[in-house]
């Protein structure tokens, strides 16, 4: 195979490297251009512009973003919530007052109309025949009792014409008693007020008369005789067969007429006795003393056969015909 042989120089002059000028200064430029190129590139990768910037910015704050991302997510899921529940709440309360308001509507319309079949009950049993009447006064009991516990006012016509045929009812039936217990009961109420029950019980204490007169008794150097008007009880309760009510109005009686001004009045069912008290031994005690009733209200529990003091109160009230009851407890 053959070769190539080149001679060998000895030494490289200096001038053989040098580069013509127009050389030279081609290269230094060539050398500037690429070294503001490189420059810009830099430049403009450090910062950047439009979509590139975006994107090295979306990159550079990715990590700090994502350390607030999870609070700022909490943050707005418990407003959220809140806003939530705030609405529920709202929405909740305005179901309730708005189904509350409906619910007393309805209320108000089935008690009027419950009001005006137990007032129409009680018409129909005031244009009952008699013989009729007598036979419906479990009936007319339990009606009359169920006005009173609902307050259901009832015409005082038709109260009229049930309190005349009552009068004028057999006596001895059964069912008389307590349905003329319930008439009082009823028409005390509704005309003095539903309410006036809760009142301080009556007591000695209460009994005080006004004295109208002073002067010596004839025949006697130490007595004086006094005169004095009844005794009034104001605005209390008495129950009339207690034992209390039965001495205090024993006491009352034995002096003076008893007034019961405003007073609640019950009776229980018991025995009732008033026994004459003598203050002194000259003086006897009174016995035609009665007990009158100024607006009072009655709550009367008879059976089918009350003792006879109570049997004639119940048709003293039954029969009267104001709001003033006289009644005389030693007939």
Known sequence: MPLLVFPIRESIDDNDMKLRKEDQEW???????????????????????GGRRVIRWLKEWGAISALWAVPLALFAMVITLGIFAANGISKNAAFQSATETRLSAIEKTLEGINHKQIAQDLTNHAVLPLDQFGQSLSSLSSSIATAREQKVLVSQSVIGDIKTKLIATNHSSPDYWPAAAQVVNYRSQSEVGWDRINLPACSEKDLKFTVTGDRPMPDSDNLREFTHGPITLHN?????????????????????????????????GGPITFKPIAYSSTIPPLTTAKLNFMRCVFILKLNSSPPAPVQRLTTELLAANTDIVRFSPNV
């Open 236 to 268: 209390c309760a008495l129950i009339l067969d207690s034992p209390e009510a039965q001495s205090l109005i024993s006491r009352g009686l034995s002096i003076a007429d008893v007034n019961f001004d405003n007073c609640v009045i019950l009776y229980n």
């Open 27 to 49: 290269l230094a430029a060539e050398i500037c251009r690429v070294v503001k190129f490189e420059n810009a590139t830099l430049v403009q990768s450090l910062n950047p512009r």
